[in-house]
């Protein structure tokens, strides 16, 4: 069984920074690319990030593009997500999502529970 | 704004058929594969097809995907009052390199 269980979602102020880790099990984790996905409060989801099964190709959302950092460590069956400069905009419940392929792009297939980012002063 | 327009809302009773439409262009549901996902609040989206017609293993049958053109379509029959959720359609836009999401759809089952 997949299993995608976020964590390091907190209140930050604007301008700081957060770091997202997705510990995942149940699957060949380095197979396959990964996603970040997040939902503002009564907002729709919007993607945010991709990285390819080995790590060397990554895409990101023009919202965030210069500011997030995706990246994973095969060795701990581990992704993350590096945000930096953040803004009241980047509040939301961030997802991280097993992608159905090793390259990118790759849809959202199996999602985790999410994790909380409030950016606010 | 999202690339991929969706009816706000949709409703049926209980054992009826409701379809809910995901308008994009030529450079997403046209070009590549739609997923659907279903939401329910309080939970992370799951997904409900996968390529346009796929149902991931567990998905009931009563749940289909169809694609035209630039629109795709979610059906869903014999409606059932765990059906109320959020649907969101969504696809890759080979334009801007975005994996894109629908505006979504509240179904109620009256």
């Known amino acids: 069984e997949v299993q995608l269980l976020e964590s390091g979602g907190d209140l930050v102020q604007p301008g700081g920074s957060l770091r997202l880790s997705c510990a995942a099990s149940g699957f060949t984790f380095f197979s396959y690319a990964m996603n970040w996905v997040r939902q503002a409060p009564g907002k729709g989801p919007e993607w945010v990030s991709v990285?390819?099964?080995?790590?060397?190709?990554?895409q990101y959302a023009d919202s965030v593009r210069g500011r997030f950092t995706i990246s994973r460590d095969n060795s701990k069956n581990t992704l993350y997500l590096q945000m930096n400069s953040l803004g009241v905009e980047d509040t939301a419940t961030y997802y991280c999502?097993?992608?159905?392929?090793?390259?990118?792009?790759?849809?959202?297939?199996?999602w985790g529970q999410g994790t909380l980012v409030t950016v606010s002063s | 704004q999202s690339v991929l327009t969706q009816p706000p809302s949709a409703s049926g009773a209980p054992g009826q058929w409701v379809t809910i439409s995901c308008s994009g262009g030529?450079?997403?549901?046209?070009?590549?594969?739609v997923y659907w996902y279903q939401q329910f609040p309080g939970a992370a989206p799951k997904l409900l097809i996968n390529?346009?017609?796929q149902r991931p293993s567990g998905v009931p049958d009563r749940f289909s995907g169809s694609k035209s053109g630039t629109s795709a379509s979610l059906a869903i029959s014999g409606l059932r009052s765990e059906d109320e959720a959020d649907y969101y359609c969504a696809a890759y836009d080979s334009l801007s390199g975005l994996f894109v999401f629908g505006s979504g759809t509240e179904v109620t089952v009256l």
């Open positions: 390529k346009n017609v």
């Open positions: 990285i390819s099964g080995g790590g060397d190709r990554t």
């Open positions: 999502a097993k992608g159905n392929i090793a390259g990118v792009p790759a849809a959202p297939y199996d």
């Open positions: 030529s450079s997403n549901i046209e070009r590549n594969s």
